[in-house]
């Protein structure tokens, strides 16, 4: 390598952060040494840094792990203890865009999130996603039985009711765990769609499942803003789940299905 390119070394970086591709479909991203050794490299610098610390459970299960030890250090956790670590992110990217100091393009490369869906990817390829997460993650599913007439006011009912959530609880849901209610009329059943012979902007909107099967009021008071400013909106009603869920858990391809299903039904709308 020519050193004469290499950039000068800094504390952190005052750039904006550049976001690699998540390279999945290279065989080494599921491969369980390199993924260690990236691990262990990345935990170094984030127990010599620790100001993530408040953002999400990820970072003080690390440091706890890291502090108790007999090493006090990162070669004192035993790899498969990482996997706590992993199991808190909700790749919610707030360490990467907000905090982390060393995110490329610093010469340390720091990307925590990528690399907690690496892990996450690494779990779901060797089968050890749980059949609870399995179906909670399937919220296209879920809505479609649910948000019914006459089942969702029965489901609502159940999920309220202290001796079925006693029974829940052997599914590994927790009895005190707050579960969204389901809607007898979804958002993309409302008929909201506007046309405008005056205005030159459209919105095409993809409500998503949660405000679709169990929050379409959000989608109603968008939609009532969108017309009041006279602007055409056209409801996206053929679409799927947008794959979030099953990111979490670690399935990048099933994502990446959703996403060719979803993208030309996305332009469609727009035109
Ligand atoms: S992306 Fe993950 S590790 Fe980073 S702040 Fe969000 S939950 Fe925590
Ligand atoms: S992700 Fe970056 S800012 Fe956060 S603890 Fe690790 S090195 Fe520090």
């Keep these: 390598m020519d050193n004469a390119n290499l950039k000068p070394s800094m504390e952190g970086g005052l750039e904006k952060p550049t976001r690699h591709i998540i390279d999945w479909k290279n065989p080494d991203f599921l491969n369980e040494e390199k993924y260690e050794e990236e691990l262990r490299r990345v935990a170094d610098a984030c127990h010599g840094c620790r100001r993530c610390v408040s953002l999400c459970n990820s970072f003080p299960t690390l440091f706890d792990l890291i502090d108790e030890s007999e090493t006090f250090e990162v070669d004192g956790v035993s790899y498969t203890d990482f996997d706590s670590v992993v199991d808190h992110c909700y790749l919610c990217d707030l360490c990467f865009m907000t905090k982390c100091p060393y995110v490329p393009p610093h010469e340390w490369e720091i990307d925590f999130p990528h690399l907690m869906l690496r892990g996450k990817a690494i779990k779901n390829s060797k089968k050890k996603i749980s059949f609870r997460d399995k179906v909670l993650a399937s919220t296209d599913m879920l809505g479609k039985m649910f948000s019914r007439y006459f089942v969702s006011g029965f489901v609502n009912f159940f999920n309220n009711n202290k001796v079925f959530r006693k029974l829940l609880e052997k599914f590994g849901v927790h009895r005190n ?59 996206i009603t053929d679409d799927n789940c947008c794959g979030m869920p099953k990111l979490e858990l670690g399935n990048i391809e099933e994502v990446g299905k959703m996403m060719e299903k979803n993208l030309p039904k996305f332009k469609n709308s727009l035109i």
């Design 177 to 235: 765990a707050k579960l969204p209610k389901f809607v007898s009329k979804t958002a993309k059943q409302l008929n909201l769609t506007n046309q405008s012979n005056t205005s030159k902007f459209k919105v095409a909107i993809f409500t998503t499942c949660y405000h679709n099967f169990n929050e379409p009021g959000v989608i109603k008071d968008f939609y009532d803003i969108l017309k009041h400013n006279d602007v055409t909106v056209e409801m």
